[in-house]
T-cell receptor
């Protein structure tokens, strides 16, 4: 399983764009990159998933360079409710397991 | 989206007793479910992969005789913590993938978690 590395914590202010980068140097050809958000005492919640280039949905964008050794989760105009831990996972196939890294604790300040 | 539920959401038990936690996929069938444990301020740690109709696959260091996993149907997996001790107190989370997702999507859908406190 590919190991992931993220910053331990990040601070931001309401209304700003936040970019969280994840390194995954050992990503395999059939691995997808998936980001989850977790609030205290809750299960993680899916944010976005991608394989290459750029993916955008209603809550975030995911940028993946051509070598796929890293990825960046972009949260536009964060609010206080975006304060959470964000995890980057790398894994393949529908039945395969994924390993969580340490995650990034994002704190949004007023 | 796919929904995974867990029951109970929290449980307090005495040391030495056994506790069963249920994980259900509500609107899809899951041949594989995953069980995680999370201690305060730490990341999720994968304990085991639950396979429908066969034995679970445990991660290194996880005692299979202590954490019994049963995946008797395509929508239900159970984790039983046997002879629980205070050090087993943790947040237990299950997840499953929906094989019916289109476009190669393979994200996991997580349950809300179960807080276990062993006195």
């Amino acid at each position: 399983l590919a190991k992931t590395t993220q910053p331990i914590s990040m601070d931001s202010y309401e209304g700003q764009e936040v970019n969280i980068t994840c390194s995954h140097n050992n990503i395999a050809t059939n691995d997808y990159i998936t980001w989850y958000q977790q609030f205290p005492s809750q299960g993680p919640r899916f944010i976005i998933q991608g394989y290459k280039t750029k993916v955008t949905n209603e809550v975030a964008s995911l940028f993946i360079p051509a070598d796929r050794k890293s990825s960046t989760l972009s949260l536009p105009r964060v609010s206080l409710s975006d304060t959470a831990v964000y995890y980057c996972l790398v894994g393949a196939t529908n039945a395969g397991k994924s390993t969580f890294g340490d995650g990034t604790t994002l704190t949004v300040k007023p | 989206g796919a929904v995974v539920s867990q029951h109970p959401s929290w449980v307090i038990c005495k040391s030495g007793t056994s506790v069963k936690i249920e994980c259900r996929s509500l609107d899809f069938q899951a041949t594989t479910m995953f069980w995680y444990r999370q201690f305060p301020k730490q990341s999720l740690m994968l304990m085991a992969t639950s396979n429908e109709g066969s034995k679970a696959t445990y991660e290194q260091g996880v005692e299979k005789d202590k954490f019994l996993i049963n995946h008797a149907s395509l929508t239900l997996s159970t984790l039983t913590v046997t002879s629980a001790h205070p050090e087993d107190s943790s947040f237990y989370i299950c997840s499953a993938r929906d094989p019916g997702l289109a476009g190669g999507r393979n994200e996991q859908f997580f349950g809300p978690g179960t807080r276990l406190t062993v006195l």
